[in-house]
C-alpha cells in the first residue's frame, strides 16, 4: 500500500492502471486489487485525511476531498501566495536564459514533463507566451515578463549573471548549471 500510495502521489493528474501499478510494484493483480482497495477505504473512513483515491477512466488517482474544495479554491485564486517550487525555479531558470524556448525544448534539458511548472510560472506573471515556433505544430514560445525583471530588480534581461564558458555536454548538467547559477544569483529573492 505505501509503495502504491507513493507512485500516485508522484504520478498527480495523470495517475496509474491496476497494469501499471503491478509492473511498478511487482505485485500480483490480487494484491494491487486488494490493496488498491483498502486504501480507497482507509481515505473513505479517516475523518482527518484531505484526500482520497478514486479510479477515473481506468485509472487510479489521489485526489482532494470535495469537503475542501472551498480552501482549496482560494489557493487556486491567490497563486502569488505559494512559494516557487523546485521544478518551477528550474524551468524558471531555463527560460530566462534560452528565451525564447518551446515547451519541448524545455522538457528536453529537464528530461521531465513541465506542463505545471510552466502553468504556475505564467499565472505569477513570471513567464508568458512570446509567439509560435515555426514548423509542424507551431509550438508555444515561452519568455520572461516585465514582473520577472520586477521580482527579480533587474532593469534588462541582459542583467542576467552570465553562464559559466564551459562546455557542456550532458542535458542533466545543462539543468544543474542552469539551476545553480540562477539560484546563486537571487537567493535573497523571494518569489
Known sequence: MSKIESLLFVTGDEGLSAKQIENLTDATPWEVKDALTKLQEDYVNSKVRGIELKELA??????????????????VDNPTTQPLSQASLEVLAIVAYKQPITRIEIEDLRGVKS?????TLSLKGLIQEVGRAEGTGRAILYGTTKEFLNVFALNDIHELPPLPETEVNDEE???????TKF?????????
Open 58 to 75: 481506468g485509472t487510479y488517482q489521489l485526489i482532494s476531498k470535495k469537503q475542501n474544495a472551498e480552501t482549496i479554491q482560494r489557493l
Open 115 to 119: 506542463e505545471r511548472p510552466l502553468h
Open 173 to 179: 548538467d545543462q539543468t544543474d548549471l542552469f539551476m
Open 183 to 191: 539560484q546563486e544569483t537571487f537567493s535573497e529573492q523571494k518569489v
